[in-house]
């Protein structure tokens, strides 16, 4: 079982830490209820075992050989032979029948301890010297040792074929199921009764129950068996004493039968509560040794497994709920079951082959570990929700609370619930926020899951798409809107779609932006967040825009020229054409200004990987008239060699370039240097134009960008105040910065800082 995954070097989360205490736990409590199941085990007087046990024999009662039959002492042969004790020369009688009928053995549970009149023991001495086959009980008199017999009994059991003690063990409750095959004094120790008839029957004389060397006490037993009962709806085959004594049984019926003679008369003899008094009443004496002899004959004799077997059998069967409760924890009631059922069949299956395993000790070890696990695991799910839930009452609230006062003091259980309900009832809240947010979003917005079902779409979804949007799939609903066709055929994965602007089928024009939606501790996306921005007013916009420039740059550059070509021809003509010329060049410059601005705002950038060398040459030739025309020497630091590559639009880089070059010339005295300046570090190109000119006020630096701002150093000079607020326009289109470092009478320096080129 892997429970913690490879080793890496991570901290273990708070869940991980709770359930490695659980195992651990869970171990010291295997360690501590394995022994005492194994003490249970091996503990005789644990009381489930016995109705257990009574259970589990009426499962597989044991059927009745047919050699065995009573001869009983009912209330009708007391009737007619009158009241108990009857005279002993009676008994001779009946041996004497029974004998002529040449039975097995015949079983006397009638004890004979006490002399009665001479001549009717020896009559009946003679009669059990005759038949050869009679079994006499003993009596036990005391703690120690049997009954002595007066010398006039001697001959009795002297002519017995042989005699064995009739000694039955109730356990704790009062119930007769076990008894010894051996037991009496160490020196002295005598046969079951019905040992003794089973081992007339000829059948192999191994004495079943194990043997145990006597331990010095005055009273020795071994080979404990249990009573192999029949079913308590059934009875042994059965005749009256009377009516073999008066020759009414034939002697067919008698032949070659063990045959039991014993009183069950009420108020006669012995009776015990055995497992079949709840049915049948308490059981004759008689009918005890016929069950003891129906399993010996059976070879169905029940003998209890040692107890260190049990302890092993029971200890394993626990220790593997144990396992399996940490292994698969969400069947722990049908494994516990499972095992519980399976403990009891084992236990039926080993008493039908005449071993008892008592499943007491097992059953309740399993129960126990149930109960234990669901305890301990119960604990952990409290002490993880406690720290889930005070993490969760922490973090900052989207909405404010509803609180209401806890059910109870004092109840771990109850204030869990308390706060989950809490926890539950700020989920839906802020689930209601975020749908009533999406849908009061002024853009198409949807929300999918990672296969591209869509989960959630507000109402300018659903006006875009056109449809309904329930259990839809997010990329067949953008190829019916109009998204560019899909490579090969094959449908991407939602991040890998390409966010473009397009055209849908409505001749919209759509902007589609994608974002992952990730859980609170993780990267693996949960799902994803489109939205389609509908751009079609800012397409309008920009087309009238560029429409305006072509004006600007075309339709009214054309007359200008025109007039220019004329004040050529006719320049010398009258200073006023002069003045005109002067004016129309002005208009020319405004003009331009405003287009260049105009492309610097506009959204129609073209960028590509470029030299930065290059744009700063072809800024260059642009000036060096300028320049000549002025005195000014114009210095830079870059060569050929030089491989800077920035990601721009040319032609507007190239202007900014330009207008910061033009610049620091118009205000730069005859004679001085312009000078550039350019580096490269942590990504970044840095080009520095400084100037030696008369430099800018301190408080007109946060101005210097504006539109249409003129300064007081810039007097003199013609201009409108657009060129520096295009330069910055080009340069953070561009992602870079500029910046203006000067001091009056010190000269300028602007810094330009462009990312070097990534990826365009």
């Known amino acids: 079982m892997m429970l913690w995954g490879k080793a890496e070097k991570r901290q273990p989360t708070h869940a991980q830490r709770l359930f490695r205490g659980l195992v651990r736990e869970w171990l010291w409590i295997g360690l501590l209820l394995l022994p005492i199941t194994a003490y249970l085990s091996m503990s005789p007087g644990l009381a489930l075992n016995n109705p257990l046990y009574n259970s589990l024999r009426r499962v597989a009662p044991l059927p009745m050989d047919p050699r065995i039959l009573l001869v009983t002492i009912d209330d009708s042969s007391l009737k007619k032979l009158g009241q108990?004790?009857?005279?002993?020369?009676?008994?001779?009688?009946?041996?004497?029948?029974?004998?002529?009928?040449?039975?097995?053995?015949?079983?006397?549970?009638?004890?004979?301890?006490?002399?009665?009149?001479?001549?009717?023991?020896?009559?009946?001495?003679?009669?059990?010297?005759?038949?050869?086959?009679?079994?006499?009980?003993?009596?036990?008199?005391?703690?120690?040792?049997?009954?002595?017999?007066?010398?006039?009994?001697?001959?009795?059991?002297?002519?017995?074929?042989g005699v064995g003690h009739i000694n039955v063990e109730a356990d704790s409750d009062g119930v007769v199921r076990s008894l010894y095959l051996r037991e009496g004094p160490p020196?002295?120790?005598?046969?079951?009764?019905?040992?003794?008839?089973?081992?007339?029957?000829?059948?192999?004389?191994?004495?079943?129950?194990?043997?145990?060397?006597?331990?010095?006490?005055?009273?020795?037993?071994?080979?404990?068996?249990?009573?192999?009962?029949?079913?308590?709806?059934?009875?042994?085959?059965?005749?009256?004493?009377?009516?073999?004594?008066?020759?009414?049984?034939?002697?067919?019926?008698?032949?070659?039968?063990?045959?039991?003679?014993?009183?069950?008369?009420?108020?006669?003899?012995?009776?015990?509560?055995?497992?079949?008094?709840?049915?049948?009443?308490?059981?004759?004496?008689?009918?005890?040794?016929?069950?003891?002899?129906?399993?010996?004959?059976?070879?169905?004799?029940?003998?209890?497994?040692?107890?260190?077997?049990?302890?092993?059998?029971a200890t394993s069967w626990v220790a593997l709920l144990l396992g399996l409760l940490l292994y698969r924890a969400r069947y722990a009631l049908w494994m516990t079951m499972g095992c519980m059922i399976a403990a009891l069949v084992v236990s039926a299956l080993?008493?039908?082959l005449g071993h008892w395993w008592p499943p007491a000790a097992c059953l309740i070890g399993l129960l126990l570990s149930y109960l234990i696990w669901n305890w301990r695991r119960l604990s952990v799910i409290l002490a993880y929700f406690g720290w889930e839930l005070a993490r969760l009452d922490d973090e900052p609230k989207v909405l404010p609370e509803r609180r209401r006062a806890p059910a109870s003091n004092g109840d771990v259980?109850?204030?869990?619930?308390?706060?989950?309900?809490?926890?539950?009832?700020?989920?839906?809240?802020?689930?209601?926020?975020?749908?009533?947010?999406?849908?009061?979003?002024?853009?198409?917005?949807?929300?999918?899951?990672?296969?591209?079902?869509?989960?959630?779409?507000?109402?300018?979804?659903?006006?875009?798409?056109?449809?309904?949007?329930?259990?839809?799939n997010l990329l067949e609903q953008l190829v019916d809107l109009g998204y560019p066709p899909l490579h090969n055929g094959v449908r991407p994965a939602l991040s890998a779609l390409a966010l473009v602007e397009f055209r849908d089928i409505h001749q919209r024009s759509l902007r589609?932006?994608?974002?992952?939606?990730?859980?609170?501790?993780?990267?693996?996306?949960?799902?994803?967040?489109l939205s389609l921005t509908d751009l079609s007013k800012e397409?309008?916009?920009?087309?009238?825009?560029?429409?305006?420039?072509?004006?600007?740059?075309?339709?009214?550059?054309?007359?200008?020229?025109?007039?220019?070509?004329?004040?050529?021809?006719?320049?010398?003509?009258?200073?006023?054409?002069?003045?005109?010329?002067?004016?129309?060049?002005?208009?020319?410059?405004?003009?331009?200004?405003?287009?260049?601005?105009?492309?610097?705002e506009a959204d129609g950038y073209q960028f590509q990987p470029t030299l930065f060398a290059m744009l700063v040459m072809d800024a260059f030739d642009q000036v060096a008239l300028i320049a000549q025309l002025k005195g000014i020497h114009l210095v830079h630091d870059l060569d050929e060699a030089d491989e800077g590559m920035v990601c721009a639009d040319q032609s507007l880089l190239t202007r900014a370039l330009f207008n910061v070059l033009e610049n620091a010339i118009k205000y730069s005295p005859s004679g001085t240097t312009v000078r550039l300046r350019h580096g490269s570090a942590q990504g970044w190109l840095e080009c520095r134009i400084s100037d030696q000119g008369p430099g800018i006020?301190?408080?007109?630096?946060?101005?210097?960008?504006?539109?249409?701002?003129?300064?007081?150093s810039a007097q003199g000079s013609e201009g409108l105040g657009l060129g520096l607020t295009m330069v910055k326009a080009v340069v953070e289109r561009h992602g870079g910065r500029v910046e203006c470092e000067s001091a009056v009478g010190k000269g300028t320096t602007f810094s330009l800082q462009l990312p070097l080129l990534d990826d365009c």
């Open 84 to 161: 108990w004790p009857w005279p002993r020369s009676l008994h001779a009688d009946l041996i004497d029948r029974l004998s002529a009928a040449q039975p097995a053995a015949i079983l006397f549970d009638v004890i004979f301890s006490e002399p009665g009149d001479p001549t009717r023991d020896k009559r009946l001495a003679d009669a059990v010297c005759n038949a050869g086959n009679v079994l006499l009980p003993l009596a036990r008199d005391d703690s120690i040792s049997y009954g002595q017999s007066d010398a006039q009994m001697l001959p009795l059991l002297k002519c017995a074929k």
């Open 187 to 313: 020196d002295a120790m005598a046969p079951q009764l019905a040992w003794l008839a089973f081992a007339m029957s000829g059948q192999p004389s191994q004495m079943p129950g194990q043997s145990e060397q006597p331990n010095g006490q005055d009273w020795h037993r071994d080979h404990a068996v249990r009573i192999p009962f029949i079913d308590p709806d059934t009875h042994f085959s059965s005749v009256s004493y009377v009516s073999v004594l008066s020759g009414e049984i034939p002697p067919e019926q008698l032949r070659n039968r063990l045959i039991l003679v014993g009183a069950t008369a009420s108020g006669m003899g012995e009776r015990f509560v055995t497992p079949l008094s709840p049915l049948a009443g308490t059981t004759a004496g008689v009918e005890i040794q016929a069950n003891v002899l129906n399993g010996l004959l059976q070879g169905r004799s029940i003998v209890d497994l040692p107890r260190w077997l049990s302890a092993v059998m």
């Open 350 to 352: 080993l008493l039908r």
């Open 413 to 472: 259980l109850q204030d869990r619930i308390f706060a989950l309900e809490q926890a539950v009832s700020r989920t839906r809240d802020t689930r209601r926020f975020m749908a009533d947010g999406l849908e009061c979003l002024p853009v198409a917005t949807l929300i999918a899951d990672t296969q591209g079902n869509i989960l959630l779409a507000n109402r300018i979804a659903r006006d875009v798409f056109g449809n309904e949007l329930v259990s839809q």
């Open 512 to 529: 589609m932006e994608l974002a992952p939606l990730l859980p609170a501790e993780g990267d693996v996306a949960l799902g994803w967040l």
């Open 539 to 600: 397409r309008e916009a920009q087309q009238h825009r560029e429409t305006m420039l072509r004006f600007l740059s075309h339709d009214l550059r054309a007359p200008h020229s025109a007039i220019l070509a004329l004040l050529d021809v006719h320049n010398a003509e009258s200073p006023v054409f002069a003045l005109i010329e002067q004016q129309v060049r002005r208009a020319l410059s405004l003009t331009e200004s405003f287009v260049q601005l105009a492309k610097a």
């Open 697 to 712: 006020a301190a408080k007109d630096l946060p101005e210097l960008f504006s539109q249409y701002k003129r300064f007081d």
